[in-house]
């Protein structure tokens, strides 16, 4: 049995990726199971997923804690060394990373591929949804699962256009992705505590949930206070009639951006 | 894997397949986590074409029950699903529809009572509302327990609710394999539903008449013993044993699956010294605990729990002859009194001469995760018990997440 666990978050589409695995894999007469698990179901917060791999019928019903794949959506969760917990030795690690993984920032006894899926995803599908081109990397490194079953399963989930962007994707991650290399990283703990948590707890800070981040040019705005109220999480605050920002509580959800009627709000991508 | 016609589909999925391959025609659904996908699943099917059926959206789960209670009552095949604390507000109408003896089969996505996360509390909250209730342990036996539930509700020796639990998250959303059935063998296993008695106005006069007669009995016209409506509701239920094994056999023929007898599933109890009992996601994690112990030589054996009400007293009484120690893994709390399956195991045994000891676990409540070492601890705690070893205290609440 080979068990995967998957880290991203909510809007990525790992728990879609998770199950377009376990159609291709079941394709090839492979027996998948996959599970995904929910925490704040907000978009932006980390979610995990986990996917088992085996000839006859899974019958565990338990998460996955010693997985032999560990796949990162998110190329900032990818830089966090939670991802590493319970990965078996000599595990292997698939991570949305926008470097080679000569320059993966993590170390240990594991191997270690890398593809930048976020601007594949920006390329073919126009939005940060990495799902399906981490995919394609799956397939290239791992050899567990045809990109053609991948093809397949995501054209059967998202038939007509849709669908063949995704495999646009795919292609391009199998193509760009290298094979793995022994991690050469930093070996170090996590400070921030363990990624997979789930419930409602309180969110210390959404930062690192951004792909995007608002940011105003006042000298456009005409204080309309409308990026204001449509903020979800009350990241924007008000000051001698103009708006002001949270970045703490921030999480990059572009509504503001698609509100302000006078275009004050810019979304750039944020720096790795 | 044999290719029959296979798709990889979540629990919710699964059970919405079942509604469809059943044909039934009127459904009532209020949102409520874990189960909403069901209805989402439903109403893709009835858009697609591919199900005639009248969905009914309500302002709340009292709502869906009544609805589905008056449209099987007129002559439709009925489903109704739910979880958590949607199904403690469906609690006063459920007992109108088992009154009535009406063949509603409903689904609980299982959700606990003190948060979002998975136990049997919600449904095991409605023991005392005359449903038949099963637990299921993969989407598997989701879909097939759904065609099952309506060919044994409706079958005219039970007419009886019957309601379907399943763990809400571990399977409502896990996808896996299921084998769909073909609709025409569907079909021959599940004729089309009739109401008793028939209330449409062209067969009134005759439902008139037939008041007081038959099934009716009792609960109609009372008889004269204010008993009799509680009496006949009761043996009803405990009637329908032999139509579950019935049922369960035949889907074995048809199918080529089956669940145990229908009411309970013995494995690896051949010359078992201690065994647990298990119900719904854990009854299948078990499984590869009772494995892992075989391999190192050790006599344990699983029954896995599918058919709590009404309750399989001969066949725990029976394996009670065979085996020293019991271990009753209970995904519930009836609070001040117990684990529901501990008190109902005990109550089986009670009149043997000789009775095996029975052990408690509290495991999997409020979602906590079951791992198979945490079964193993348990089987082994039973063991002990079964070869006279002093084990204290008999009733626990397990200590979960182990390593491994
Ligand atoms: S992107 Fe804008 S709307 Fe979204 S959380 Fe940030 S400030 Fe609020
Ligand atoms: S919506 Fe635009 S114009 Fe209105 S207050 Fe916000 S930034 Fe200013």
Redo the contacts between chains.
């Keep these: 049995m080979i068990e995967v666990r998957l880290h991203g978050r909510g809007g990525q589409g790992a ?1 879609t990726a ?2 377009i695995l ?2 291709a894999a ?1 394709y090839e ?10 925490g704040t179901e907000r978009r932006g917060a980390p979610v995990t997923a986990y996917l088992r791999l085996d000839e006859v ?7 996955v ?1 010693e997985p032999d794949i560990v796949v990162v959506l998110d190329p900032a969760i990818a830089q966090r060394p939670a991802i590493l917990e319970g990965l078996k030795e000599g595990g292997l690690v698939i991570a949305n990373y926008p470097h080679p993984p000569e320059l993966y920032p993590l170390g240990g006894n594991f191997m270690v591929s890398t593809v930048d899926a976020t601007a594949i995803a920006l390329e073919t599908l126009k939005r940060p949804i990495t799902n399906t081109a981490i995919l394609g990397a799956f397939s290239k490194v791992t050899g567990l699962v045809k990109v053609e079953s991948i093809e397949k399963a995501i054209l059967h989930r998202f038939p007509g256009p849709l669908g063949e962007m995704n495999v646009n994707a795919v292609r391009r991650a199998y193509e760009r992705t290298p094979m793995p290399i022994q991690a050469r990283g930093e070996v170090r703990k996590d400070e921030e505590g363990p990624l997979s948590g789930s ?2 707890g309180l969110i210390r800070s959404a930062a690192g949930w951004r792909t995007f981040r608002p940011v105003w040019d006042l000298d456009k705005c005409t204080g309309c206070r409308i990026c204001w109220i449509f903020c979800p999480d009350n990241a924007i605050g008000w000051a001698e009639e103009k708006p002001t920002v949270d970045y703490r509580k921030c999480k990059g959800c572009g509504i503001c951006v698609n509100e302000c009627p006078t275009k004050a709000i810019e979304f750039k991508r944020e720096g790795i | 894997m044999e290719h029959k016609s296979f798709e990889v589909m979540t629990g919710n999925k699964a059970c919405a397949w079942g509604v469809k391959l059943s044909r039934v025609q009127v459904a009532s659904i209020y949102p409520v986590t874990p189960q909403t996908t069901i209805g989402e699943y439903i109403a893709e099917f009835i858009a697609n074409g591919e199900l005639k059926c009248e969905l009914v959206n309500a302002e709340g789960e009292l709502a869906t029950q009544a609805i589905v209670k008056a449209a099987s009552r007129v002559g439709a095949r009925t489903f109704v699903c739910t979880s958590g604390p949607g199904q403690l507000y469906m609690h006063h109408p459920m007992h109108g529809t088992s009154s009535g003896r009406l063949p509603v089969v409903m689904a609980t996505v299982h959700r606990g009572n003190k948060g979002m996360q998975p136990d049997h509390t919600d449904l095991m909250s409605q023991l005392w509302t005359g449903w038949i209730q099963w637990y299921c342990e993969n989407n598997q036996e989701v879909l097939d327990s759904v065609i099952m539930a309506y060919r044994t509700a409706e079958d005219k020796r039970v007419r009886l609710p019957i309601a379907i639990g399943y763990d809400g998250y571990i399977l409502s959303y896990t996808s896996e394999p299921v084998e769909i059935p073909d609709q025409a063998s569907v079909d021959e296993f599940l004729p089309p539903y009739e109401p008793i008695p028939n209330i449409l106005p062209d067969k009134w006069a005759e439902a008139q008449r037939g008041r007081g007669a038959g099934m009716m009995e009792g609960f109609m016209s009372g008889g004269g013993d204010p008993q009799a409506a509680w009496r006949i509701h009761h043996e009803a239920i405990l009637n329908s044993k032999e139509v579950i094994k019935e049922v369960n056999e035949e889907f074995g023929k048809r199918f080529g699956r089956k669940y145990g007898n229908g009411l309970v599933e013995e494995y690896r109890t051949d010359d078992a010294e201690a065994v647990v009992v298990a119900m719904g996601t854990i009854a299948s994690t078990a499984r590869v605990a009772i494995d892992r112990m075989r391999s190192e030589g050790k006599p344990v054996g699983l029954v896995k729990l599918k058919t709590f009400v009404p309750f399989p007293t001969e066949d725990f009484q029976e394996l009670g002859k065979r085996v020293r120690a019991i271990g009753m893994i209970d995904r519930n709390v009836c609070l001040g009194l117990g684990g529901a399956g501990f008190g109902e195991l005990r109550r089986a045994l009670y009149d043997l001469d000789e009775r095996p000891k029975v052990l408690g676990f509290y495991a999997g409540l409020a979602g906590a995760e079951v791992r198979v070492r945490d079964i193993e601890k348990m089987a082994e705690k039973t063991l002990k018990a079964a070869r006279g070893e002093k084990v204290d205290p008999i009733v626990e609440w397990a200590k979960l997440g182990g390593g491994g």
Aim: without cysteine.
């Design positions: 728990v998770n199950e376990a159609e079941y007469g492979k027996y998948a199971q996959a599970i995904p698990m929910y019928r899974v019958r565990e019903r338990d998460l804690h419930g409602y």
